[in-house]
């Protein structure tokens, strides 16, 4: 199993534990185990959407670049904004 499909496992959990919780069916003990389950997994998924988010804008903008080859500023502004993204 690849890193990516990893992080897509943890963000469907979160979803799918978000689901459960709000159908209102769940008990007292299960409710308070899979709430804690889901709030722990809150933070990393924010973190996880981000990561995806910013690896989306440097696919975006790699291809912007090769599509702006022949104007060099707008390549040159292209190229600044994708260091601030790879870093």
Do not use: W
């Not at 209102?24 to 299960?30: A, R």
């Not at 889901?38 to 998924?45: I, Q």
């Not at 975006?60 to 904004?81: G, H, I, V, Y």
């Amino acid at each position: 199993m690849s890193f990516e499909d990893r992080l897509e496992m943890l963000v469907r959990r979160h979803d799918e534990l978000r689901d459960t919780l709000g159908a209102g069916n769940v008990s007292g003990s299960d409710f308070a185990k899979l709430s804690k389950e889901y709030s722990d997994l809150t933070p990393l998924v924010e973190t996880i959407q981000a990561y995806q988010q910013a690896k989306k804008s440097i696919a975006d903008l790699k291809q912007m670049m090769s599509d702006l080859a022949t104007d060099p500023e707008m390549k040159s502004m292209a190229d600044d904004e994708l260091r601030e993204l790879q870093q």
